[in-house]
């Protein structure tokens, strides 16, 4: 994309508010260093993703993102609530 399109200078990564996502944003940031990019910026989500902020802001339930499951885990005693966070924790790494 940046050759057929030397004049982009900005680049802003939005992907997934997990671990996958965080991950490859460093990935491709690493990739575009060096490149015509003079600045890359890195948007997250609030929640889970793109899609789960969209639901959000329209009143529907939205998947927390990685954060704010960690939060949830420490803050919580051994309860239904926590081992359902737990096991989407597990899932995740």
């Not at 900005?10 to 997990?18: E, F, G, I, S, T």
């Not at 997250?44 to 899609?51: A, C, E, H, Q, Y």
Request: hydrophobic share 35%.
């Amino acid at each position: 994309m940046l050759k057929v399109n030397p004049g982009i200078k900005v680049v802003c990564l939005c992907l997934d508010h997990d671990i996958a996502g965080m991950k490859a944003m460093d990935r491709i940031e690493e990739h575009l260093r060096g490149t015509v990019c003079r600045e890359i910026k890195r948007e997250l989500s609030v929640w889970k993703d793109w899609n789960e902020d969209c639901k959000a802001a329209h009143g529907q339930e939205a998947q927390p993102a990685y954060h704010k499951l960690v939060e949830k885990q420490r803050e919580c005693p051994i309860t239904e609530e926590r081992q359902s966070a737990d096991d989407t924790l597990m899932m995740v790494n």
